[in-house]
């Protein structure tokens, strides 16, 4: 069964840390691109970091230089580390698999085959 398991999420004050992790089971993450999402509004995910099969990573304009993806194949688990965190940033997180396709060009979730259910993240000022 595949299967995708955000933790790490939670509430923390503006300029703190946190890094999220995705525990994937039923697949290799190695094998798939892995992003990270939040929620633009009820009907849409916006890509705020993926990562490809062989390790190249994107970053949306946002987060560049306090967020970065990584994954540890050995555990086959993505990560985001996140940074600098500012209160517009709180928001539902998901990881995600695209199955088929590549990395490129992933602005939303679409496409995106394999969810989880999201970790919450809430920075306060």
């Known amino acids: 069964q595949v299967q995708l398991v955000e933790s790490g999420g939670g509430s923390v004050q503006a300029g703190g840390s946190l890094r999220l992790s995705c525990a994937a089971s039923?697949?290799?993450?190695?094998?798939?691109?892995m992003g990270w999402f939040r929620q633009v509004s009820a009907k849409a995910r916006e890509a705020i970091a993926l990562?490809?099969?062989?390790?190249?990573?994107t970053y949306v304009d946002s987060v560049k230089g306090r967020f970065t993806i990584s994954k540890d194949n050995a555990k086959n688990t993505l990560y985001l580390q996140m940074n600098n965190l500012k209160p517009e940033d709180s928001d539902l997180y998901f990881c995600?698999?695209?199955?088929?396709?590549?990395?490129?060009?992933?602005?939303?979730?679409?496409?995106?085959?394999?969810w989880g259910k999201g970790t919450p993240v809430t920075i306060s000022s």
């Open positions: 990562i490809s099969t062989d390790s190249r990573t």
């Open positions: 039923g697949f290799t993450v190695s094998s798939y691109c």
């Open positions: 995600a698999a695209r199955v088929r396709g590549s990395c490129a060009r992933i602005y939303s979730g679409m496409g995106m085959d394999y």
